[in-house]
């Protein structure tokens, strides 16, 4: 039997089933997906509008969280409105072309999200660690630069997937995606034919990007540790720390959920469906929700500014 008889030929739509298992509950799961979303927009649009209006949060610190709120919007707003479809709305069919943009999105956002996570622990590691020197190394001039390179990478370590998939795939087994997304391994494993070069090349993306900042997010860390315990008082012990925590708090969450997602798809052949896709949802909406909530909670000078805003 030739390959054209048992598969499909370059199909031009491809079918989203949300959460598998739960497809009865979906339209009352999509609520608290809803809500997070809308908390996550409005969250980092007034973020986006303090940072922005107030000049003294003209500081590269503030930059980066502004730069974070931005990509937040983007990612969350990448996936929901297409989420809430098939929750709601029961519209499963996406175009292919626009499935390989969005899944293209989704990773160069979070490729974004992870860079700018990095720069912002060396933002904090200068500042601890050589504070007279911290405003002539982290420039307007440097922030821009690092801006442009986290996300010139982003786009090219992505685009070489989404080639890969476009060119190299003809014949595909099914049209039905086992998501809520459209995700690369999810339309990866969709091929009839060989998927071992895209496997390779979703597995070298992966450690490039997350390997690569979380090794020297936790090199500077332990570089700024080092130097917050020798400093003689308490009090600066506790102010230098406190300006980490948010940042901590942000890149922890991010990174756990990451891995747990990531390596349940490829490696959790006993984990019930519906909890992967759960989490891997999670994964992309939880730091959009959270890390205004967090820089708005921890930050000091944002949260004055906030409870100003609200008071008049």
């Given at each position: 039997m030739s390959i054209s008889n048992i598969t499909i030929?370059?199909?031009?739509?491809?079918?989203?089933?949300?959460?598998?298992?739960?497809?009865?509950?979906?339209?009352?799961?999509?609520?608290?997906?809803?809500?997070?979303?809308?908390?996550?927009?409005?969250?980092?649009?007034?973020?986006?509008?303090?940072?922005?209006s107030e000049r003294r949060l003209h500081e590269p610190m503030y930059i980066f969280v502004g730069l974070l709120g931005i990509t937040d919007i983007a990612l969350a707003t990448t996936i929901m409105p297409k989420m809430l479809g098939i929750f709601w709305f029961h519209v499963p069919q996406i175009y292919f072309d626009s499935c390989l943009l969005q899944m293209g999105l989704i990773h160069m956002f979070q490729g974004i999200e992870s860079g700018i996570l990095l720069a912002m622990a060396l933002d904090r590691y200068v500042a601890i660690c050589y504070p007279l020197r911290h405003s002539g190394i982290f420039t307007h001039q440097l922030v821009a630069q690092i801006g442009a390179i986290i996300t010139l990478r982003a786009a090219i370590l992505v685009a070489p997937g989404l080639v890969l998939i476009k060119c190299k795939f003809q014949f595909y087994h099914t049209t039905t995606i086992s998501h809520s997304y459209c995700e690369h391994m999810a339309i990866v494993k969709l091929a009839a034919e060989n998927v071992r070069v895209n496997k390779i090349y979703g597995l070298f993306v992966a450690f490039a990007v997350a390997g690569f900042d979380l090794t020297f997010i936790t090199l500077s860390y332990i570089q700024i540790f080092f130097t917050v315990f020798r400093l003689p008082q308490k009090e600066a012990r506790l102010k230098a720390f406190n300006t980490c925590i948010a940042h901590i708090c942000v890149f922890l969450q991010f990174y756990l959920l990451a891995f747990f997602s990531f390596f349940t798809h490829r490696f959790g052949a006993h984990v019930p469906p519906y909890i992967h896709i759960l989490f891997s949802s999670l994964y992309l909406l939880v730091p959009p929700f959270l890390n205004p909530l967090v820089y708005g909670a921890k930050t000091k000078q944002i949260r004055i500014h906030v409870v100003k805003m609200f008071c008049s």
């Open positions: 030929f370059m199909p031009s739509m491809l079918t989203l089933i949300g959460i598998p298992g739960l497809e009865s509950v979906q339209c009352w799961i999509g609520i608290p997906f809803c809500a997070m979303y809308l908390i996550a927009m409005i969250g980092n649009s007034l973020l986006l509008f303090i940072i922005k």
